[in-house]
């Protein structure tokens, strides 16, 4: 059993920087899949990136390549999301989650989530 909690969420001002962490409590195996999903009021659930646990093999969508930079930490059990040049389309709140298997950004094919941290970018 894997429990997520993320952290790092905000306001800040469009073209500020937030950095999101994820903590993982339990034993995280290298064929885990960690995913970051947003999901804005009104709109339905988004994928922002994803990284292979033991590989740092990293993925993200069209609208936050180059902005966005995943990464984790195997020795602390932390998964982390840099987010540069905020954008006011960036508000939303955002969760970590995590599956075992092959990597997808599919996010009902993740098992476990975290309880999401909002964040807000004002222009």
């Known amino acids: 059993q894997v429990q997520l909690a993320e952290s790092g969420g905000g306001l800040v001002q469009a073209g500020g920087s937030l950095r999101l962490s994820c903590a993982a409590s339990?034993?995280?195996?290298?064929?885990?899949?960690m995913g970051w999903f947003r999901q804005a009021p009104g709109k339905e659930r988004e994928f922002v990136a994803r990284?292979?646990?033991?590989?740092?093999?990293?993925y993200y969508a069209d609208s936050v390549k180059g902005r966005f930079t995943m990464s984790n930490d195997n020795t602390k059990n932390m998964v982390y999301l840099q987010m540069n040049s905020l954008k006011p389309e960036d508000t939303a709140v955002y969760y970590c989650?995590?599956?075992?298997?092959?990597?997808?950004?599919?996010?009902?094919?993740?098992?476990?989530w975290g309880q999401g941290t909002q964040v807000t970018v004002s222009s």
């Open positions: 989650a995590a599956r075992i298997g092959s990597v997808t950004r599919k996010g009902d094919d993740y098992d476990y």
């Open positions: 339990g034993r995280m195996f290298s064929s885990y899949v």
């Open positions: 990284i292979n646990w033991g590989g740092a093999i990293t």
